[in-house]
């Protein structure tokens, strides 16, 4: 399978929300939408859900949004992962693939060190090398996939030290050398505004605005002077300001309403996307450039081969990406340049996050341990970093728990004992493992 990459024209998407299991009914129901995009690790290729067979049926479009590809990691694309996206896109029947210019893990072979998983995505260094990967990465991704793929901007809460491009450059490199599609965020653009101090206009007077595949819109949080992009609150004003903002420069295709938890009543929603709907009927781009607004100038990076060998980029990535993501979950010391601050509060946010993921997929945790869950689990996660996924991540807590002989109340522990039997598929560990495990985890910690 070979996907030639090149911008052409975009699908016409118009506007869409995000299709979660928790609101499909809600989605099918709201009138107006042109499409959804599904989460594209939630969706089996073999066994669709109905509802997103029944919108199918109408006529709505459905994008698969990828989560865990990690692009933006020092890695090449894994084959695997890259033949589940094709899958589910051709059951789809969907016009375009997405995922994101990110890194959600490090260490390995590489490194020649463990594994780590960060289970979020994790800004990329706007340097060179990043970039001579990122490139490599995102056609290795065009050749396997069996339609067109676009890449999204993500929010972040920290800086990588001794950038050499801004955002807006950045996004202007990747499309010139691969012909990449963009998926633009305009929340994650204001997040990066608030915690980064970057101008989301600059970013959009820089980026090629006609490689956008279409537009993200979320809400988000401030919380001590840090904008949380939750995707779990309303869209505020400064959001659409942005969107407003992009309309001014493009038409896009298409533009999407992103809601992953606490899921408000039919009804917000529907206003929420009645406001982003007012929000394009704003200026379009010919009023803009009748101020005088002249276009960004494109760089030249497409006709240039690339001058160094990607190996060598991809050794010097992996060994920046796992000091930093070491230090976010496993307590390592902070990479010299890093804010120590700014990466306690991104530490604390994926602790947080790895915590309320494993208890929606494993929700037996939390009633099993009541109120005492939450702080378990971050005493937990302080130096046992995530090596797989949340499902291997919930038995691994649970198994550190009965090791120490937790929790204190018998029947509770009992009741662990078989949950975590159940699905381990075999005994609990006795006390000669227990005491070993104890004392390696102890070396390990000095």
Known sequence: MSHTPQLGNPAELGIGIGWRPEIAEAVEALPGIDWVEAVAENVCADHLPDSLLRLRARGVTVVPHGVSLGLGGAERPDARRLADLAERAEALGSPLITEHIAFVRAGGPLTASPALQAGHLLPVPRTKDALRVLCENVRIAQDSLPVPLAVENIAALINWPDEEMTEGQFLAELVDRTGVRLLIDVANLHTNHVNRGEDPAKALDELPVEAIAYVHVAGGMERDGVWHDTHAHPV???????????????????????????????????????????????????????????????????????????????????????ALLSALVAGTPAPEGFDSRRLGVQSRALAGKRAEVVAKVAPELPGILGGGYRAAFLAYAKSRPMHAGYRRDALDFAEHLLIADLPEDAAARRELTRWWRDRAGARPPGRATRIARVARSVLVGR
């Open 236 to 322: 505020t004003a400064p959001v659409l300001d942005v969107l407003a903002e992009l309309r001014s420069r493009v038409s896009p295709p298409g533009v999407l309403l992103e809601r992953d938890d606490n899921f408000p009543p039919p009804a917000e929603l529907a206003a929420e996307l009645m406001t982003i709907r007012e929000t394009l009927r704003g200026p379009g781009p010919t009023s803009v450039r009748n101020k005088g607004v002249a276009p960004t100038p494109r760089s030249s990076a497409q006709a240039q081969p690339e001058e160094q060998p990607t190996d060598r980029a991809r050794e010097r990535l992996a060994l920046a990406q796992v």
